[in-house]
């Protein structure tokens, strides 16, 4: 009897201290970011960024891994100057960055002409950009 009651005491000792053992996981970065250069708008469905001369558009599907690592595919249209009849054409985009608490560092590759934007600093709940080009 005294040999079953250790059992189930060091069981239950090993059950206990296992539950408070969880994989690390990834910080939340659904929300409203901004910064002096970039604003970001991300829901699970997708988002919207918006640059001092551009927007884009984050398609749904992003990830995040446990380690703030942040990647996702989307579009981004240039800005400034004469709009031409029609808008400005998409180009495909790719966004990745880093998220260490309420910090975010925002990098953004235009994949069909090799140009990188960035990186970007961006804050949670951080100012939304006002200044556009011309």
Known sequence: MRYGARRITLLLGVLLALSGCQAPTAPSIVGLWGGSEVSLKLTRQGGQVIYQC???TIDPGWTLSS???FSATG???????PIPVGGRPPHPATYTGRVVGDQMTLTVTV???DVTL????LVRDGPAVTLMCV
């Open 111 to 113: 994949t069909d002409s």
């Open 75 to 81: 579009e981004h249209r240039f800005g400034g100057g």
């Open 118 to 121: 960035g990186p970007f600093h």
């Open 54 to 56: 551009g927007v884009g």
């Open 67 to 69: 380690d703030g690592s």
